[in-house]
Nanobody, 125 residues
Framework: QVQLVESGGGLVQAGGSLRLSCAAS????????MAWFRQAPGKEREFVGAISWSGTRTSYADSVKGRFTISRDNAKNAMYLQMNNLKSEDTAVYYCAAEYSLSSPPTERHEYEYWGQGTQVTVSS
């Protein structure tokens, strides 16, 4: 089993930055694609970005391109989401996810088996 724990959420003003972390345990995730999703109140959980097992391929939702950056450190079994120029519409609970994949990282929610509990990000305008 894989356990994922997100951290780094909080309250930030519009235009500010936050860095989320996702720590994995239970299994080495060096052969797993990882992703960030988010869910705002009353909305469906949506894709934010994903990174391949090697870290060489990334994919982002159009709404965050140029502002968010995903990275990972396989030695630490961790993934990160650097969020810059935050907007009020980025307010949501952010979840990390993992799935065994040696190809391009999946971008659909149903493709991921393991999920964290989420961390709240609130952007005040």
């Amino acid at each position: 089993q894989v356990q994922l724990v997100e951290s780094g959420g909080g309250l930030v003003q519009a235009g500010g930055s936050l860095r989320l972390s996702c720590a994995a345990s239970g299994r080495t995730l060096s052969k797993y694609a990882m992703a960030w999703f988010r869910q705002a109140p009353g909305k469906e959980r949506e894709f934010v970005g994903a990174i391949s097992w090697s870290g060489t391929r990334t994919s982002y939702a159009d709404s965050v391109k140029g502002r968010f950056t995903i990275s990972r450190d396989n030695a630490k079994n961790a993934m990160y989401l650097q969020m810059n120029n935050l907007k009020s519409e980025d307010t949501a609970v952010y979840y990390c996810a993992a799935e065994y994949s040696l190809s391009s990282p999946p971008t659909e929610r149903h493709e991921y088996e393991y999920w964290g509990q989420g961390t709240q990000v609130t952007v005040s305008s």
